[in-house]
């Protein structure tokens, strides 16, 4: 037994998370104490704000966070080493600081539907009943949602950077938590949105006793939680390796459900088609960033000396991910549903990109890392997710949005903006060159193939084909199909949503026809330190 | 100490098997309880053959995390109650294909 040492606090390091922690606290006393007609413009300014003071603190500490102790990276380990502040998680606070950002926009949008926010009125109350009709009337609406929303985003940040298993695992709650509450408040599918809550915290909570199984027995191979004593037990072989075997296959069920991979990928049509349009769109965004990172962050600082016992594992998962995410998503007719399978695919192009794992000194000059690779894919894949999911939110019709694939057709003409706007996100998701997708495509295949997975490539570059088809026949659907009845309409919404989705075709395409700020600013990032 | 983690690893599968086989989300819910303790019994053990505190102190710490959860769970469950009538996993069945 060792002495108990009073801990440092890295207060400067660890500002950013400590700010969006501290708002989200500020949020619930908020909700208490400031009368209701105000809550709605308080929380949105105290969010937009702290996210805002949080962005400006990761820029601080990138720039001034200095060499680690071994002097192969620049970064920190706060909280006497739980968690590790270097350039990945650093690069992927800024990123989900942003989505955040874009994501409140969204949430405070009021404009779409008469006045009121997509968030039900009083969610306790059964959908239907009298007192409900009273609520709608009174124009009242959830301002939990924010807190809940700062919470999320505080997990987001955890997770990435968590460096022992225990910080990991309350990373990860602490992520999915708000989230599961946040899909069942829809205002309109009330019956939708609640059973896209329970399927998602019943399979959420069934992964995480996986997932939490799987660290018992970790510990129990290495006798430590922190990452780097983990990986000094891999490299001795110190164990039974039966434990952590099972123990990696057992973590690897909650990371990848999380991600959404095949086989684990159920829940994510069903959340993302009941979740209220600005949840789905900053969940699908924010989640699969969050959990790439610290997937990385456990795979190659915790588990790089035993490559060979999970590589072939997540190979059969890539491929699965890839095919069945394109093939379901052809069969598909509503549009979330759609972006759902879609977005199943791609966690199989980033598994592609960490497939391509190798040490940086085994690279010739100027070829990208995976790590760098899976870095600039989930920025632009984030970016673009979120802005197609918020214009889904714009075609609506008597009864709320018109997701179903049928009532889009003839949108080209009913809305030529939004219909190219929507029809640029889905040229991004096929991988188009001038967009960030094909950058993105292009880094994460490049890495792989450098690390010799070239079968793995192979197989990605005909699930990209498989995919742009179900992209195309979209666009076709939305230019060349004749309207059924009065054809959909798009309700224009306020500068909120505007802006959140300029904000993800900006991104989309100068990511797309400049990319190299962003690799660069990914390749500064760094390898994870130990 | 082994026969500890045999213990875990049942309390582990009756836990995953009730999740698996049972309809109603409160006996489902209380089943995913079950794999969480099954998972703190395995970390208290390895913490004793280890000699180390990290194993108790993931306990507490799961014990906080399993209570949150619970609130949550047990909210969202009651809400589909309200509105259905029933809590059985089966019947929320709208949203397929």
């Given at each position: 037994m060792t002495d108990f040492v009073k801990p440092t606090v890295e207060y400067f390091e660890l500002y950013p998370l400590l700010v969006v922690f501290g708002i989200a606290v500020l949020g619930v006393v908020v909700e208490a104490f400031v009368p209701r007609a105000s809550r709605y413009l308080v929380q949105v300014l105290l969010s937009l704000g702290g996210l805002g003071a949080a962005l400006l603190g990761v820029v601080l500490v990138a720039r001034e966070v200095g060499t680690h102790a071994d002097g192969a990276a620049r970064g920190v380990l706060a909280m006497t080493g739980t968690l590790a502040i270097d350039g990945p998680t650093l690069f992927i606070w800024g990123l989900v600081i942003v989505l955040a950002i874009a994501g409140t926009l969204l949430f405070a949008e009021r404009h779409l539907d008469g006045g009121v926010s997509a968030f039900a009125g009083q969610a306790a109350l059964p959908p239907g009943a009298e007192a409900e009709r009273r609520q709608l009337i009174g124009n009242r609406e959830h301002t939990e949602i924010y807190p809940l929303m700062m919470f999320a985003v505080f997990g987001m940040m955890i997770f990435p950077a968590a460096n022992d298993l225990l910080t990991l695992f309350v990373g990860l709650e602490v992520l999915s938590l708000p989230l599961y509450l946040l899909s069942g408040l829809a205002r309109r599918r009330r019956l939708l949105s609640q059973e896209a809550a329970l399927k998602y915290f019943m399979l959420g909570a069934f992964s995480s006793g996986f997932f939490l199984y799987g660290i018992a027995l970790v510990y129990g191979y290495a006798g430590s939680m922190q990452y780097a004593q983990i990986n000094e037990a891999v490299r001795n072989d110190a164990g039974s390796s039966a434990l952590l075997l099972i123990g990696i296959g057992l973590m690897a069920v909650g990371l990848l459900f999380k991600v959404g991979a095949v086989p684990f990928h159920n829940w994510t049509p069903d959340v993302y088609q009941g979740a209220p349009t600005p949840v789905t769109a900053f969940m699908s965004a924010g989640t699969k960033v969050a959990a790439f990172a610290a997937l990385l962050r456990l795979f190659y600082v915790a588990f790089g000396a035993d490559r060979s016992s999970w590589t072939p594992m997540l190979w059969i998962i890539a491929v699965l991910s890839m095919f069945l995410g394109a093939v379901l998503a052809i069969t598909q007719t509503d549009i979330k549903r759609l972006l759902a399978y879609s977005s199943v695919a791609h966690t199989g192009f980033i598994l592609v990109g960490v497939l391509g794992m190798q040490s940086a000194s085994d690279l010739a000059v100027g070829e990208i890392t995976s790590l760098q690779a899976v870095l600039f894919y989930l920025a632009t894949y984030g970016f673009t997710v979120l802005g197609a999911f918020a214009v889904v939110?714009?075609?609506?019709d008597a009864s709320g949005e018109?997701?179903?694939?049928?009532?889009?057709?003839g949108l080209g003409k009913e809305s030529p903006l939004v219909a190219g706007i929507f029809a640029f996100f889905l040229l991004a998701m096929a991988g188009i060159p001038l967009t960030s997708g094909f950058i993105g495509k292009l880094a994460v295949f490049s890495a792989a193939l450098s690390a010799g997975a070239w079968p793995l490539v192979v197989l990605a570059v005909l699930a990209s084909m498989v995919a742009a088809f179900l992209y195309i026949r979209v666009i076709k659907v939305m230019y060349f199909d004749e309207p059924v009845g009065d054809g959909p309409t798009v309700t224009y919404p306020s500068v909120l949503t505007a802006t959140a989705i300029a904000l993800g075709a900006a991104a989309t395409l100068v990511l797309g026809v400049v990319p190299g700020p962003l690799l660069d600013l990914a390749a500064l990032a760094g390898e994870f330190i130990r | 100490m082994t026969q500890y983690i045999v213990l875990s690893a049942i309390l582990f599968t009756i836990g995953c098997v009730g999740v698996l086989t049972r309809r109603n989300a409160i006996v489902v819910f209380m089943c995913v309880e079950l794999m969480l303790n099954a998972s703190n019994l395995a970390l208290v053990t390895f913490a004793r053959q280890h000699g180390n505190l990290d194993g108790q102190v993931a306990a507490f710490f799961v014990r906080v995390v399993a209570a949150a959860e619970v609130v949550i769970g047990l909210a969202i469950i009651m809400t589909i109650f309200r509105t259905r009538r029933s809590a059985s996993v089966d019947d929320a069945s709208l949203l397929k294909y």
């Open positions: 939110g714009l075609v609506r018109a997701t179903h694939l049928s009532r889009w057709a | -």
